[in-house]
């Protein structure tokens, strides 16, 4: 029993690795318009000390495309980091979905240009 649930494990392993590789999505322009934001969690503009940063909703290293990023004080994402996502979400009440949605629409019609 023991050996062949570690065979099932190598061999999810190998399936996963046998899927082709799907780099994340980049999109600097719109990196750099979320950096001129207000945060989206305190309303502040950016400082020299506390700069607006873009935060990936969907990490980065889950392949999360810039389009799911928003805007958040440097200090604020750090807190967002030491939380995790989720639970940084459902302390302050946030929906980042409406949030990326929002800034989205918002880049669209400015710019002009799809995220």
């Known amino acids: 029993m023991r050996q062949a649930r570690h065979r099932r494990k190598a061999e999810n392993l190998n399936d996963v690795l046998a899927q082709p590789y799907s780099p994340r999505e980049v999109n600097e322009a719109y990196l750099a318009w979320l950096r001129k934001q207000r945060c989206c969690v305190t309303g502040k503009r950016g400082s020299r000390v506390d700069p607006v940063e873009a935060c990936h909703v969907k990490t980065r290293g889950a392949f ?42 918002r880049y669209t019609a400015e710019t002009g240009k799809p995220v």
């Open 64 to 105: 999360g495309a810039d389009r799911q990023a928003v805007p958040m004080l440097a200090s604020v994402h750090d807190q967002q980091h030491d939380d995790g996502i989720k639970t940084f979400a459902r302390k302050r009440g946030i929906d980042f979905d409406r949030i990326v949605a929002d800034h989205n629409a």
